[in-house]
């Protein structure tokens, strides 16, 4: 199996899918793609990045993330020639309570979990409200927000980017900063009620990120938010 990351949870990465379904000519393997992040990607105008997870073999995202719904709300696909082997590995060896005989079709046995609540009803609740043109929009929102805190850190003497912005996240770190004193600045910034950044570490430095995903982000929301990154600075 090879795992390749669609919009990775700290910088927004993507592998070259195609290459990687290229090596498939070679080598026999399952091609699984995590794009918790990076499945929304698709809704943003002549973006490839995605270009190649046709040919997965499987495919997970987060529908908490974009789609604001409650936490434990994902999703998978696995291609339609699998279904066999799927039933197999995650099927309850047909216990006659089940009723899986017969060829009844039950969703159970397609997944690790047999007892859950409908966690599809709000995915779909939401999809109907604001369908494809709705996301479009809450997406691209978020991707040109976060280009836009990046701008500023770029231009800022107290923080730097420790990568680029890709997607909708921001990983940055406060200059010359160890780090304790990244943890204690984020103490201070979530403490305040009004913005919830999370750690990180990038190339052994710590830092911080900054996702933007929810449906009511606007460059306001920026303005706001990088005042208070400046004002929770120590010297301020």
Not at 4 to 31: K, P, Q, Y
Not at 131 to 138: E, L
Request: aromatic share 12%; proline share 4%; charged share 25%.
């Amino acid at each position: 199996i090879v795992i390749a990351s669609a919009g990775t949870v700290d910088t927004g990465d993507f592998d070259n899918l195609e290459a990687i379904h290229r090596l498939r000519e070679r080598f026999d393997f399952w091609l699984h793609v995590d794009a918790a992040f990076g499945a929304f990607a698709t809704l943003l105008p002549d973006d490839r990045r995605l270009a190649g997870w046709e040919h997965a073999d499987s495919i997970t995202t987060d529908n908490h993330k974009w789609l604001n719904v409650p936490y434990d709300s994902g999703t998978w696909w696995v291609r339609r020639e699998h279904e066999k082997l799927q039933a197999a590995v995650f099927g309850n060896g047909d216990p006659v309570y089940l009723d899986t005989r017969g060829g009844n079709f039950n969703y159970l046995n397609l997944g690790p979990e047999n007892s859950r609540r409908l966690r599809a009803l709000p995915v779909w609740f939401t999809l109907k409200a604001y369908g494809r043109k709705g996301y479009q929009d809450i997406v691209t929102r978020c991707v040109a927000a976060a280009r836009s805190l990046g701008e500023r850190i770029k231009g800022s003497e107290e923080f730097e980017l420790l990568a680029p912005v890709r997607l909708n996240v921001v990983c940055f770190t406060i200059r010359h900063a160890d780090e304790a004193g990244v943890a204690r600045f984020l103490q201070r910034l979530n403490d305040n009620g009004r913005y919830f950044l999370s750690p990180t570490w990038l190339n052994g430095t710590p830092g911080m990120r900054a996702a933007f995903a929810n449906w009511r982000v606007s460059d306001t929301d920026v303005r706001w938010l990088w005042s208070e990154l400046q004002a929770t600075l120590p010297h301020r």
